[in-house]
């Protein structure tokens, strides 16, 4: 049973419960994605539900905006199963009062994130209910699924794209400011690296997730699954621009701010040792997408973030905790 | 696009101003499911959500029924669509104090229409909220899909088991009464029709859907979708044992108080003219549902409710009139 392999935290702990409650309807529970084998390939199905006040606030992102970054949290767990996109379904519960055209703009926003990763919606619910909330299901084909339980030892750890931008964006909403134009594209537009898991998952990954909850809670799920340690050197994190103000203001060492940032949506992925700065460029060439080293994992258990020679403790993000 | 053939209603109305806005990203929408070809087949998804309030009411349902429910209603979409379930995927949203217990339990009646569907849960997603809400994505193959359009002139119109059983149940609780056995299991536990809706995919079904918002607002969109006209004789409505005396506490003949109850999930074909009673017990041998032809399809546009020689105006269920 894969949920098993979840790292420590209490929506895992949850998601253990419940699937323990499931039994034996719940395979595979706990990864990015549902892996059903079909044909020489995979069928791949993911879910996600983004309601008002915890995933997202009117007062901060347009209805597209809303709507987009819906859509893309599901197609980034795509991303991460090596996929190519079919298909998008949304649920959307407006309350009755809502403006229709806010609606159409939300559902908007889901379109054009399904268009832009190739996959038309194609087909959805409407209902009313007390508060806004989108919930994207998406489903694609892939033909290999790194999974997240393959790192093993002498794999390096390798992240996509920039760290810290969502959450960067987020500390200037909390305060009353608005965030620069780079931050909150990163927090409102966030692209699903579909491309570049697709080629990552081609071309040797290991052990691959997307980053929902932070680099330093998700890699610990790299690692309980793999049965492996890993050490990650956050001095090499690659930060968005915008983290050096935020984490200013949050009084954080801009690497473990960048850590701790949720919803980035970048891919975290175990490389065999041989992948190398030539590979990276190649994925940079064939994605447009950026690599960056920074971690290995190792025979020994544990997740140790390190800093300046020092091994620090980063909390991730846990919707219960 | 396939939204255009849907009937009127404020929901509907937003539909198609949503699939106005989706474009050509929206194959598919007004469907009950996303169709997709899919080697000699059809890859088949669709996805609801039901939300606090709106379709259940915790005083009235056990978490293990409300989970059953709105995984139903999600695999009853694939009934009507000749599939065979593959996989369910839920995202549930609960709010932060709800005890751990509730949501396993609500998450095991998910797990317990899945499986006997026989469709394991193969993901989900678990958010707070401020309320309770589940969204169930759920997909599957079909070798052939009825679809809503194909109903010609001198088919005729079947339904299957018996109608009005949910809404029976409904009035008594919004009377503060208990519903008998009989009608609360058809609110609580409804049956998705797989077998019976795969069975009548092979044997001439020209269009399906299912009966989520009552027979009268339904036919609807079976008729518009094929271009034809159709007229429904209500006294042979096969109804629910319960049906009697709820309608009396609502005032309504039995058939209109039948055609009006939504979330029955029956399923409602068109079928060849000679598709008769000896095709009908075919079914049912085959798959424990009976079937009852409660009308005819005809080149004149319209929908004609009649009952004791007179039509009847009688309206379905809209979430936003």
Wanted: hydrophobic share 45%; aromatic share 4%; proline share 7%.
């Amino acid at each position: 049973m894969l949920h098993r392999s979840l790292g420590p935290g209490g929506e895992f702990d949850r998601i253990r419960q419940i699937a323990a409650a499931l039994g034996s309807s719940a395979e595979g529970l706990g990864e990015d994605c549902a892996i059903i084998p079909d044909g020489p390939g995979h069928l791949v199905a993911s879910i996600d539900a983004a309601v008002e006040g915890v995933h997202f606030r009117r007062e901060w992102l347009a209805p597209e905006e809303i709507g987009w970054r819906a859509c893309a949290g599901a197609l980034s767990d795509l991303a991460a199963a090596g996929a190519t996109p079919v298909g998008v379904l949304a649920a959307l519960v407006v309350p009755p009062g809502a403006p229709g055209e806010e609606t159409e703009r939300l559902m908007r926003g889901i379109g054009d994130a399904a268009e832009a990763a190739g996959a038309p919606v194609r087909g959805g619910d409407l209902t009313r209910g007390p508060m806004r909330a989108a919930c994207v299901s998406v489903f694609g084909r892939s033909e290999r699924v790194p999974g997240r339980g393959g790192a093993r030892p002498g794999d390096a750890l390798w992240v996509s794209g920039t760290l810290g931008g969502a959450r960067a964006a987020l500390v200037r909403w909390e305060r009353g400011e608005q965030p620069d134009t780079t931050a909150r594209q990163a927090f409102a537009r966030p692209e699903p690296r579909i491309a570049a898991g697709r080629w990552l998952a081609a071309n040797g990954a290991t052990a691959m997730l997307d980053l929902s909850d932070g680099l330093a809670g998700d890699v610990r799920h790299l690692a309980a699954a793999s049965a492996v340690g890993v050490t990650v050197d956050l001095a090499s994190l690659p930060l968005h621009p915008a983290v050096a103000g935020a984490a200013r203001l949050a009084g954080e060492p801009p690497p473990v701010f960048a850590a701790r940032g949720g919803e980035d949506y970048e891919l975290l992925a175990a490389l065999p040792r041989a992948f190398d700065e030539a590979a990276a460029a190649a994925c940079r060439a064939a994605t447009g997408v950026s690599l960056t080293r920074v971690g290995s994992f190792e025979a020994s258990q544990g997740v140790r973030l390190v800093l300046a020679g020092m091994e620090v403790t980063v909390r991730g993000f846990d919707h219960f905790a």
